[in-house]
Antibody
Framework: QVQLVESGGGVVQPGGSLRLSCAAS????????MHWVRQAPGKGLEWVAFIRYDGSNKYYADSVKGRFTISRDNSKNTLYLQMNSLRAEDTAVYYC??????????????WGQGTMVTVSS | SSELTQDPAVSVALGQTVRITCQGD??????ASWYQQKPGQAPVLVIYGKNNRPSGIPDRFSGSSSGNTASLTITGAQAEDEADYYC???????????FGGGTKLTVL
């Protein structure tokens, strides 16, 4: 079945780094744009980053620009989020989500279960 | 980036109709999509584009848009519709995504 499974979350100190992965199955991963979305404890959803189907363009929220990098390996059906210079305010559940489009930010029709990232000393 | 504004909370009597709204300048250029999130679960897409429902979403959910406001309407709300609802769209540049702050729907 169509599925996204995130991994790589954990506890990291401020200033540290973490890489999240999102394994896709059940659909043609290389045809669709992919997003990362996060949700701080008790808060709303925040869009983080988007990558086009072929990795040709990447877009970031202002809050993570210059610190986070989204990438994908279509041969492995996997999406990544490299997070550097982590701050306490990055503490959240991180979801990967599939776009209905390959090219543009339209809507997220498939979501993973999320992985928790905690930034704390 | 631009913002999307939602009412924090809305209530509706069982079986009645409720409209949840989302306001933002970027909605004059881009469609909103709507997500339902229940406690401890990942969000679920309920409406996208002009008024499209993914497979499995009941037809009591519908969407509309006028000017800078997008709306999600639930006609005949059910107890299982009690959840948080978020709108999403692009910002005015078209390059960044943005979510509304969310609306907590209570079904009385």
């Amino acid at each position: 079945q169509v599925q996204l499974v995130e991994s790589g979350g954990g506890v990291v100190q401020p200033g540290g780094s973490l890489r999240l992965s999102c394994a896709a199955s059940g659909f043609t991963f290389s045809s669709y744009g992919m997003h990362w979305v996060r949700q701080a404890p008790g808060k709303g959803l925040e869009w983080v980053a988007f990558i086009r189907y072929d990795g040709s363009n990447k877009y970031y929220a202002d809050s993570v620009k210059g610190r986070f990098t989204i990438s994908r390996d279509n041969s492995k059906n996997t999406l990544y989020l490299q997070m550097n210079s982590l701050r306490a305010e990055d503490t959240a559940v991180y979801y990967c989500a599939k776009d209905i489009s390959g090219w543009s930010h339209d809507a997220f029709d498939i979501w993973g279960q999320g992985t928790m990232v905690t930034v704390s000393s | 980036s631009s913002e999307l504004t939602q009412d924090p909370a809305v209530s509706v009597a069982l079986g009645q109709t409720v409209r949840i709204t989302c306001q933002g300048d970027s909605l004059r250029s881009y469609y909103a999509s709507w997500y339902q999130q229940k406690p401890g679960q990942a969000p679920v897409l309920v409406i996208y584009g002009k008024n499209n429902r993914p497979s499995g979403i009941p037809d009591r959910f519908s969407g509309s848009s006028s000017g800078n406001t997008a709306s999600l309407t639930i006609t005949g709300a059910q107890a299982e519709d009690e959840a948080d609802y978020y709108c999403n769209s692009r910002d005015s540049s078209g390059n960044q995504g943005v979510f509304g702050g969310g609306t907590k729907l209570t079904v009385l």
